[in-house]
């Protein structure tokens, strides 16, 4: 388990070479926001255990980075004397099979994670030449190949094998936030093709000792930095779900394994994804997992159930990791599709049904009993589509069962299909109230294989009281649009300039939970502080400000959102996952935008630069008012770039402010007064974080620094030429030529460049108290 | 009644039966001496003529030798006895006079004769007369109600009819109410709009349509004079009808009078045959006339009539032999073979020899593999002397992966995988690449089928539901289906009843009943829908009527699904049921087709009983063992492509240059776009440049249809653009674009005179002589070596192009230019652009 990340960083000095300015001429930066440093690839995207390797990094603005971060403190980087975004990462002896976080540290803050796979064995590197058979790279059995795909080629390695070995031929790519879509073939050295899947794994059984081929490319034969893979040929276990697909946290589970490669196994009737039927190996597992529960990253819709991943260890070595999900509950499954008699409440696994079977669960309930009804498949990664019925028992008075429709149960849960962070599952999260006393049975189904052949998935139902029960997950608020019709997602990170507010969007999925939740930022690194927010009763967003103070240094740290609610007469408090969008797409309606959970989420003050504008209330203590009335805010507004007009700013913080007017601000004013009429407003009494938000067009100018340095260097250039002697002229000029060329570089960074922001002011606090009781007539 | 009720039996008819067996022992439908026989429907055993109108078409055929049958109905002498009781006219059509029995005889010019039983029976009554089943046939009959003129949508000149007759409700209601009843004039029958027009008394722009001394005429007036009624609700209608006889060899400029029965709902017939319309499938094979008469003309092959009367149709195909002596036959290798030289056999045609190997191994490669055979595969094949290698040759091609990437080319434009927008290129790539797959691993077809119907899913978990991207509504999803799987074009019915089909509206939407729970949701991907089965009844709306209609196969009754079933998989089951009569059919003709560059019904997916096969015995025994080998694709490429009949050599002999329906010889035809292509790189040592795949992938290789904008080659050699799901999409013409692009385009002649072409190396190239090097040449181009003149004439032509360099270095170039040239010119000549 990873310890909490608090390290602060020290930017040094300004001038850090001019190889740096070289770099930072290339970059082409998309400015629809703040600059943030931002990272694309790593690579390569796996290191050994005990190894100390080189990584080699691409992005944006990772001018003057310190360092890598990684989600893993036991993980260590120094930058390469002499090369550019290129790192020796030093990884220890002990570190367990799994992924980490790698972040870098620039000038501009913290960056978005990319995940680093940490191996069980050396890992080795496809130097990229393969791209014809006739370059086939020769490649070892059970060792992982570091590489990344060209677009428009085909990569192509050699392999000897013996007849009757089973070999599994295993992509990593979308675990690596790779944008490689894997496609595989096998084929014999006469070029026959023994197999071929688009899904990054592919089995082979050899008919002969011999060599044999593998091809891989993208599966629209893409390519680039951001295409990585690690590649093996395994004789070792394969995973592909197990029944039950949970664990009960502190117990020995009992389970089916299925998959490839599991000795001791015998041949399944379930077909796995490949179409093949699937050995099956019974086992037990403990409920206290060696991996971290933050090591397996599941669909968003997985916040609202934890889950872990586990690998299984055999005489051919280690499994691929495959995704559990956790409970406190007692869980049993079977391994086929049935309908199991359960007493409620219960936590059955089983394999969803083909067609005309029937999978799920029988048990007796009583009128008016209120259960939750959780399905568990697609959030463990499954592309299942959940269907589930609820059926009652009749017995005729010959004795004869018949069951009868009582309801079909829908996901009955609030998700989010924000396009950037869309928790739409189609596992099924429901209540369930007992119409009569009776013997029910709920039947569960998969709407997307639903045939006799295809491949079967696992699925969990858990049936238990409908107890009151929360989840949270925050994003970065999105920057406003540069224009109506502008269509792009950027990657956002939570990095703020010193005197900057920024939002992070908060949103919640209630279980049977009617009451307020208040949402608070804990731990928070140094210079940064926040205020509670609530999100009443009914509603499933919300928004936390973050401020960095005015004075605040450079710093990276935790970032640790949590929400309280009151249930039951007893605290409830549940601790929110963070999210990060993977890629910038230049337009949604043409690429998806792609998101995942991010490892340790930190948080990060980027010292440089001051924000742009910092507007607060005057005064830091609550101010009171009486209900009913109007209160005026009085703000000061500390302006240090130049905007483009005037721009509005509105009261928010509460969804009774959605009335309430907009101020105008004018940058060039160092204060306003804000006016909230709470008769209009209806602001109930009791305390109200509130805040002013809107969206301006600022002026920006950064690397002023490195201008000053390509201001000294070509006056310094100029002034040798003008003084070089004959031998030393043609040399002089030549330099004077060169720093010529970086000043006009620099000019065109430094240049002023519109760039939408949105503005919040710093938090403030209104006490709404009751108004004065007019007297009573007499 | 004008229909000649079996039963029950009148006592008059009874006597007249037992007359009629009283009369001897006779053969089961018809009285006849020994060298003529009277027929007019199969079972029938005497002629009952009941009321006025009551009319029956008779034949008079001579058995022959051979057993053919010659038609002798307007060559021979008719006579009723007694004389007053009807009329036999010089067609053989008998109509009454007077009620009575006795028999009518028939004499040939040689003098034998054949006579049947004769009853007449209320010949003075002219019974009520029914507006479906008597007037609208004339509207059918006459062109009236064609989609031409009356029959369109909107009508024609403010008069409109249901096309083909199919809604006579509503030409009731147009012909009698519409324009306040303007049309008809009780009055004075004579001088009603519809007769005044259609005789053209009255200026009519369809012009004269009908005779004032017809007997159409004549029952209009009657029914007009009746007071145009409608008809009782309990009216009998038509349920099918029946041609006779239904096939027949003729002679070349032979002749058969047709006869047609209409089979009405209480049981009673009729002859319908004046009424009926006739139609042949190759009116460069056979006409027909009003009457009911085929006439061939002096071509041999198969011809089909349909026959159509009140929706109904049946089909006589005739048979017209060469006649040839067919001594020797190619050894068959298979049942194909067997069934084909059965009915070379039979029509007198005796076939080409097989081909030589060589032109063996090009045809086949081509058409499995999709490309020209390399030069190894020549050698190899060449040196190899046992018996079973073009069997070998057909499974070492479909064990490549050629094989699956030229189908998974063609059944990617049959399954619209189409590329509209950058977006889609995930969803295409893997479309193509589970179609690819799917072949190459062979999967069964049935399963193949259910996966693509039955798809449901988003395009990353399962490729095949990019097809619901392209066929979006529940009409596209039938029909696609119908047209694909099924060999059926049911997009009349959509709107009306098939013109050439039983299909009826209510069929039409019953099958799309199957797609009613199709549902499309946002998928992860923009541009990509994912597809689910929406918990439901399943039901479709007939348009026509608004009635609800439960799934059904086509011909088949509803079926009723729970909620909870996916309907595409009950479809699937029917579609594969053994005994479907569709699906095997239409997949195992789709093939031959393939093979065979003709279907056995062609076109391929418009199968139905008026589009017969040219050889039905074949079509089942292939769908038959299609079904037996577990829907194996290879399999049934492989039955195909070693059959002696696909080797049969494409030089045509005395006998068989004109055969098009018998497969007496290979039928050449042109390499398919891509085919070409490649074979063009191949010969000019290129490699393609298609935009975001790698450079030299094959162009049969490509994953769908977005990368034609970019090849103006394969644009004008007709590359589908995956719209829809027929094969005609698929231009196989030749055209003058074509041939200048080949002449003289800047892109085949820059790539012909680069550095790296195959004429560069071969003019470079100091190893081999000229002879060895033109030796080469043929073999890329034409999978042969050169003869002896081509050798001489290349070898010619080369020496005078290098003749007057003056220097080495001109002599080089001269070199290469000759080779360029012969380069050119092989890949302009048919040799090269055609699959022979």
């Known amino acids: ?778 | 009644m004008l229909f000649s009720t079996l039963n029950p039996l009148p006592s008059l008819r009874r006597a007249f039966l037992a007359l009629a067996i009283s009369m001897g022992a006779l053969p089961a439908w018809c009285v006849a001496s020994e060298a003529l026989l009277l027929q007019f429907r199969p079972g029938a055993t005497n002629v009952l003529l009941h009321g006025k109108d009551a009319a029956q078409q008779l034949l008079a055929t001579a058995p022959k030798a051979d057993g053919s049958e010659v038609d002798l109905t307007r060559t021979i002498a008719w006579k009723v006895e007694p004389a007053n009781l009807a009329v036999v006219d010089s067609s053989g059509r008998v109509t009454p006079l007077a009620n009575g029995q006795g028999s009518i005889i028939a004499t040939t010019p040689e003098g034998q004769s054949a006579s049947l039983p004769l009853l007449v029976e209320k010949a003075e009554i002219s019974p009520p007369i029914n507006f479906a089943n008597q007037i609208v046939p004339i509207f059918t009959k006459n062109g009236c109600s064609g989609g031409g003129c009356h029959g369109k949508a909107a009508g024609q000149n403010g008069f409109r009819l249901s096309l083909l007759g199919f809604e006579p409700a509503e030409d009731y209601e147009h012909l009698v109410k519409e324009a306040r009843g303007r049309r008809l004039f009780p009055a004075a029958p004579e001088r009603s709009l519809l007769l005044t027009k259609g005789t053209a008394t009255l200026p009519h722009g369809g012009g004269k349509r009908l005779e004032t001394e017809s007997d159409d005429y004549r029952l209009l007036i009657r029914w007009i004079t009746q007071g145009m009624p409608y008809g009782q609700p309990n009216d009998p209608v038509v349920t099918k009808i029946e041609v006779f006889p239904t096939e027949r060899t003729l002679p070349l400029n032979g002749e058969q009078q047709l006869v047609v029965t209409a089979y009405y709902s209480d049981g009673s017939l009729e002859d319908v045959t004046r009424g009926a319309l006739f139609e042949p499938n190759d009116k460069d094979m056979a006409k027909t006339d009003s009457l009911g008469r085929v006439k061939v003309f002096d071509q041999p092959g198969e011809v089909a009539v349909m026959v159509r009367y009140q929706g109904k149709v049946s089909v006589f195909r005739g048979t017209v032999p060469l006649g040839a002596p067919v001594a020797t036959l190619p050894p068959a290798h298979n049942f194909v073979d067997e069934l084909v030289f059965k009915q070379l056999k039979k029509v007198g045609m005796p076939p080409s020899d097989v081909c030589d190997d060589l032109t063996f191994l090009r045809r086949v490669t081509v058409d499995i593999a999709g490309r020209t055979p390399t030069d190894q595969e020549l050698e190899a094949f060449r040196k190899d002397t046992a018996q079973d290698k073009r069997d070998r040759t057909i499974e070492r091609l479909l064990a490549s992966g050629d094989y699956a990437d030229y189908f998974a080319n063609k059944w990617s434009a049959l399954l619209r995988n189409k590329r509209t927008d950058g977006k889609q290129a995930h969803g295409t790539f893997a479309f193509h690449d589970w179609i690819r797959q799917s072949l190459a691993d062979n999967k069964p077809y049935d399963r193949f089928m259910r996966e693509i119907v039955g798809a449901s899913g988003d395009v990353d978990e399962n490729p095949p539901v990019a097809w619901y991207r392209q066929v979006r509504t529940t009409q596209n999803q039938l029909e696609d289906t119908a047209q694909l799987f099924l060999g059926l074009r049911l997009q009349c019915a959509q709107c009306h009843h098939h013109p050439y089909e039983k299909w009826s509206q209510a069929d039409y939407w019953s099958f799309g009943a199957f797609f009613s729970q199709v549902s499309y949701k946002k998928g992860e991907r923009p541009g990509e829908d994912t597809i689910v089965h929406r918990r439901g009844v399943a039901q479709a709306t007939n348009k026509k009527n608004g009635q609800a209609m439960k799934p059904a196969g086509l011909g088949e009754t509803p079926l009723a699904l729970a909620a909870d079933e996916d309907p595409r998989q009950s479809l699937a089951d029917w579609m594969s049921r053994p005994d479907n009569r569709f699906f095997a059919r239409a997949l195992v003709n789709r093939y031959w087709k393939h093979f065979f560059n003709r279907g056995l019904v062609d076109p391929e997916d418009d199968m139905r009983d008026t589009n017969p096969a040219t050889n039905p015995e074949l079509l089942d025994a292939l769908a038959a063992n299609f079904v037996k080998s577990g829907y194996d694709l290879k399999w049934l490429v492989s039955t195909l492509a070693s059959s002696s009949v696909y080797q049969l050599s494409s030089t045509p002999n005395q006998y068989n240059a004109r055969d098009r329906h018998h497969f007496a010889r290979y039928y050449p035809r042109r390499l398919a776009a891509e085919v070409l292509y490649d074979a063009v790189n191949t010969m000019l040592l290129s490699q393609s440049k298609f935009d975001g795949v790698p450079a030299g992938t094959r162009a049969v290789s490509l994953p769908d249809n977005s990368f034609n904008a970019g090849s103006y080659f394969l644009t004008v050699f007709g590359r589908p653009e995956s719209s829809s799901a027929c094969e005609c999409e698929r231009s196989m013409d030749a055209s003058l674009s074509q041939s200048l692009h080949l002449l003289n385009a800047k892109d085949i002649q820059e790539r012909l005179a680069s550095d790296s072409s195959r004429a560069s190396r071969l003019a470079a190239d100091t190893q081999q002589n000229e002879e060895a090097k033109l030796r080469q040449l043929y073999r890329v181009a034409f999978s042969r070596d050169p003869q002896a003149g081509e050798v001489q004439f290349a070898l010619d032509y080369m020496g005078r192009k290098t003749k007057s360099a003056k220097d080495d270095a001109a002599k080089t170039k001269a070199r290469r230019e000759a080779y360029e040239d012969m380069v050119w010119a092989l890949l302009n000549t048919k040799e090269f652009l055609f699959n022979h």
């Open chain 1, 1 to 778: 388990m990873a310890k909490p990340l608090v390290k602060r960083v020290f930017i040094p000095p300004l001038i850090r070479g001019l190889f740096v300015l070289a770099w930072l001429l290339l970059a082409t930066p998309i400015r629809a926001q703040l600059p943030t440093t931002r990272l694309a690839s790593i690579f390569p995207p796996g290191l050994s255990p005990g190894t100390t390797n080189e990584i080699v990094v691409t992005g944006e603005f990772l001018d003057d980075s310190t360092g890598m971060l990684f989600s893993d403190h036991r993980l260590t980087a120094t930058p390469k004397p002499g090369a550019v975004n290129t790192y020796i990462v030093t990884v220890p002896g002990d570190l367990k099979p799994g992924t980490v976080d790698l972040r870098i540290a620039g000038r501009f803050g913290a960056s978005n994670p990319r995940a680093l796979a940490i191996g069980d064995g050396p890992e080795l590197i496809a130097p990229g030449s393969n791209t014809s058979l006739s370059n086939a790279l020769d490649i070892p059995l059970n060792k992982v190949i570091n590489g990344k795909a060209a677009a428009a080629a085909d990569h192509w390695f050699h392999f000897s094998a013996k007849a009757g070995q089973p070999l599994i031929a295993r992509v990593e790519a979308a675990s690596l936030d790779s944008r490689l879509e894997p496609v595989l073939a096998f084929y014999s050295s006469d070029q026959r093709e023994l197999g071929h899947s688009r899904r990054g794994l592919l089995e082979l059984v050899p008919p002969t000792d011999g060599h044999y081929v593998l091809q891989l490319h993208d599966g629209t034969y893409k390519g680039g930095d951001e295409y990585t893979y690690r590649l093996s040929l395994s004789t070792g276990p394969h995973l592909e779900f197990a029944i039950p697909p949970a664990l009960q946290i502190g117990a020995t589970n009992h389970g089916f394994l299925f998959g490839r490669n599991l000795p001791g196994s015998q041949r399944s009737a379930v077909r796995g994804i490949e179409g093949g039927a699937l050995e099956q190996l019974e086992v037990e597992i403990p409920g206290t997992p060696d991996a971290a529960p933050e090591e397996f990253l599941p669909r968003f819709g997985g916040y609202t159930w934890k889950s872990t991943s586990w690998r299984f260890t055999s005489i051919n070595g280690l499994s691929d990791p495959l995704a559990l999900g956790l409970t406190r509950g007692r869980v049993t499954g079977v391994a086929t599709s049935a309908v199991v008699s359960v007493t409620l409440p219960c936590e059955q696994g089983g394999l969803f049904p083909h067609r005309k079977e029937h999978s799920g669960v029988r048990f007796d309930a009583k009128k008016g009993e209120n259960w939750r009804v959780e399905l568990l498949s697609d959030r463990l990664g499954f592309r299942t589509a959940a269907g589930m019925m609820l059926q009652r028992l009749k017995k005729s008075e010959t004795g004869n069962e018949t069951y009868t429709d009582v309801e079909e149960i829908r996901d009955a849960e609030k998700r989010f299909e924000d396009r950037d962070f869309n928790t739409v599952s189609r596992d099924i999260s429901a209540s369930l109230k007992i119409p009569e006393d009776g013997t029910y049975r709920l039947l569960v189904r998969d709407y997307y294989h639903s045939a006799e052949e295809g491949p079967q998935y696992p699925y969990l139902l858990r049936v238990v009281p409908d107890a009151p029960d929360f989840h949270l997950a925050v994003v970065l608020a999105i920057p406003p649009k540069s224009q109506d019709n502008d269509r792009r997602y950027h990657v956002l990170n939570p990095v703020l300039r010193p005197g900057e507010t920024v939002a992070l969007r908060v949103y919640v999925t209630r279980q049977n939970l009617d009451s307020d939740i208040e949402v608070l930022a804990t731990n928070l690194p140094p210079g940064i502080s926040s205020t509670p927010v609530r999100i009443a009763s009914g509603q499933n967003k919300g928004t936390l400000l973050l401020t960095a103070a005015e004075n605040a240094t450079n710093v990276v740290g935790p970032m640790q959102i949590l929400g309280r609610a009151q249930a039951d007469k007893a605290d409830l408090i549940r601790t929110a996952r963070a999210a990060s969008v993977l890629w910038p797409v230049g337009d949604y309606d043409e690429e998806p935008v792609t998101s995942r959970w991010v490892r340790q989420p930190v948080l990060s003050i980027a010292g440089t630069e001051l924000a742009p504008i910092t507007i607060a209330a005057e005064s830091t203590s609550p101010l009171e008012v009486q209900a009913g009335t109007r209160v005026k805010v009085p703000l000061r507004i500390k302006k240090r770039l130049d905007f483009t007009g005037k721009f509005k700013l509105k009261p928010t913080g509460e969804t009774a402010l959605e009335k309430s007017k907009e101020l105008e601000i004018d940058p060039g004013s160092t204060n306003a007064v804000a006016e909230i009429d709470l008769g209009e407003t209806a602001l109930g009494e009791g305390l109200h974080t509130l805040w002013l938000q809107g969206a301006a067009t600022v002026k920006y100018r950064s690397f002023l620094d490195s201008l000053a340095v390509a201001e000294v260097d070509l006056n310094s250039a100029t002034q040798a030429a003008k003084d070089a002697k004959p031998d030393d002229k043609k040399s002089a000029e030549e330099r004077l030529k060169a720093a010529q060329e970086r000043k006009k570089a620099a000019d065109e960074r430094a240049k002023a460049r519109d760039i939408p922001l949105m503005i919040y002011t710093e938090p403030f606090v209104l006490k709404v108290i009751p108004a004065p009781k007019a007297p009573a007539k007499s």
